[in-house]
């Protein structure tokens, strides 16, 4: 019989990788003249929320740009961040919450199957809780659908892991 491959479709965040942006991007902050006497900062609130806090709206865009930035530069994609409303903050500031999106809730899990299974592959595609599990025989149908995936302009980041 032959042996049968698998990979994972994932949605993840290295953790790891956040800080080192954050950090990146607090050091740039510090260091730039246009943001000399600002009350600018960005802080990771929780495991999956970063915190900005700015001047104004104009400095809190510019923090962002940064922090985007730093985000590429770490190979972090900026869909895995879901930017929440810009609230006044205490001290004459203003401050946005960005939740780190992680995970295949079920929705896209089943949007990830339904794609697989319409590809006409030899393939078996099934959630198995916040990731997509592919199945087939041969490793070329595999590739076959990570080429698919990759083609698709999801508003969340995918990764592969677990190829066997």
Do not use: C
Request: glycine share 4%.
């Amino acid at each position: 019989m032959a042996k049968e491959h698998s990979f994972d479709i994932v949605s993840e965040v290295d953790l790891q990788e956040v800080d080192n942006a954050i950090n990146q991007a607090i050091k740039e902050i510090t260091t730039r003249y246009d943001f000399k006497g600002s009350k600018s900062s960005i802080e990771r609130t929780g495991n999956e929320q970063i915190t900005l806090i700015s001047d104004d709206e104009y400095k809190l865009d510019s923090v962002i740009d940064v922090l985007k930035t730093k985000f590429i530069k770490r190979g972090l994609s900026q869909k895995s961040m879901d930017f929440g409303k810009i609230e006044k903050s205490s001290g004459q500031t203003v401050r946005q919450v960005i939740t780190l999106v992680s995970g295949l809730n079920s929705d896209r899990a089943k949007h990830i199957t339904k794609l697989v299974k319409e590809s006409k592959l030899k393939v078996k595609a099934q959630i198995q809780n916040e990731q997509v599990r592919v199945t087939a025989k041969s490793i070329d149908d595999l590739q076959s659908v990570i080429q698919l995936i990759k083609e698709q302009n999801f508003e969340f980041p995918v990764q592969f892991s677990n190829m066997r």
